[in-house]
C-alpha cells in the first residue's frame, strides 16, 4: 500500500505528533508498505537535503507558535507528487496547512482520507494568533467542518472520541492508541547518570515534555521542593523546551534549587529512552492529556510514573507498576515519595513489558492498517465523483484558517 501522511509538525521540531508520525511510519514500512511524508520546510533542514519519502512545502512560522509552521504553497505540486507515487490512501495528521492539502489531494485522486485528532485545542487556543483565530467555543464548528467528508477518523483516545462526536463528527470514526518503539536491546545505551554526575543510587526525578504553561511543570517543582526534606540528595530533571522555560527557571531560582533541578533543554528522540532509565520515576502534573506517548515511553523504557488522573491514564493504569494517579497536591508529592522507596523490581518489569504489548508499534500499525483496509473496502470512486469541490461548510472553515489572523471579525 502507498500511504501519504500530511502534517505541519515533523522532524526535526520534536512533539508527540512529530513522535506518533514516525513511530507510525516506520512501523508501517517494517510491514512492506511505502510511507510518503507531506510536510513544511524546517530552518533546520536545509533546502537540497535528500530525505526519502519526505516532501517539504514552502512555510512560515505560525503567528504565535513560532516553533511550529504553516505551509503556504504547493497545491499542484503536491497532486502531481501524489499522482506519480500512486497514493492509494491520504492520511492527515493535522487540521491546518497540510491537513488541507491532504484533503484537496485525495479529492483530486478519489482516493480517501483518514485523520487523526492530536490535540484537544480548546486547551490550546491560545497559541493560535492569541486566541484571535480560534477561541475555544468555535473548536467544535471548526473541527466538524475539516472533518466533514472524511472517509475516516482516528481518535488517539476515548476521550478524544467522545469530544468529537460532541462537536457533530459523523465520519467512521476508530479509537487508536498511539503507539511506541520499544527500546533495541542491542543498542547500546548512554548512562546518563555519570553524565549529570548523579551516583549509582541517588532518587532522580524525571519530568519530560514541551514546557508549556498548560503542563503545568511549576506544581511538579513545587512538590520537589518538598520532597528534598525526605530526600535531600535527589534531584529533578527537566527535558524539554517552551514558552515556559523562563518563568520555571525563574520559579527554581526562587526556590534557591539551581543545584537540585536541571533543565536538559530538547531532548534528541534517540535519547530519551536513556533519560526515562536515568531516572527512579517519571512525573508529569499536567491536567491536559488525551493520548499520554510520554506515559507509555516511560513504561516502554521500564520506569513507573506519577501523573493526574484523566480519562485516558485512567483506563491504562492498572496496576502501581505501571503508576499511580492523583487528584490532589498531596497525593501527587506522597505517590513520588513512595517511588523513591521502592525498587525496581523484575516483577513489577514483567507488568509493564505486559501492558506493553497492547501499546508498541506494532500494534499500533496493525490496528491503523485494519481500519485503512476497512475504509479502502468500503469506498467507490462514484461515491465521491459528484463532490469534486469543497461545500460550503469547508470553504467557511478554509478562510477562517487561511485568513490574516489580526482581523476579530
Known sequence: MNIGLFTDTYFPQVSGVSTSIKTLKEALEAQGHQVYIFTSTDPKVPKNKFEPHVYRFSSV???GFKDRRLAFRGLIQAVEIAKSIQLDIVHTQTEFSLGLLGKFVARQLKIPVVHTYHTM???YTHYVAKGLLIRPKNVGTLMKAYMLNMSGVIAPSQLVQTTLI?????????????GVSLPNPSVAHRNLREKY??????PVILSLGRLAFEKNVALSISAFSELLQTYPDARLVIAGDGPAKKTLEEQVADLELEEQVIFAGMVNHDDITDYYQMSNVFVSSSDTETQGLTFIEAMAADRPFVAIHSPYLDNLVDNDAIGTLVSDYDDFLSAIENYMQ???THADSLV??????????????NRVLDF????LADYHETDVSEDEYPTDDEVGYMKRILRNPFRRN
Open 342 to 344: 521502592r525498587d525496581l
Open 61 to 63: 512560522p505560525y503567528v
Open 121 to 123: 485545542y480548546e486547551d
Open 197 to 202: 554526575g548523579f551516583k549509582p543510587d541517588q
Open 352 to 365: 509493564r513489558s505486559g501492558k506493553m504489548k497492547d501499546v508498541d508499534a506494532a500494534t499500533f500499525a
Open 166 to 178: 460532541k462537536y457533530g463528527v459523523k465520519a467512521p470514526m476508530r479509537v487508536i492508541p498511539t
Open 372 to 375: 485503512y483496509e476497512s475504509i
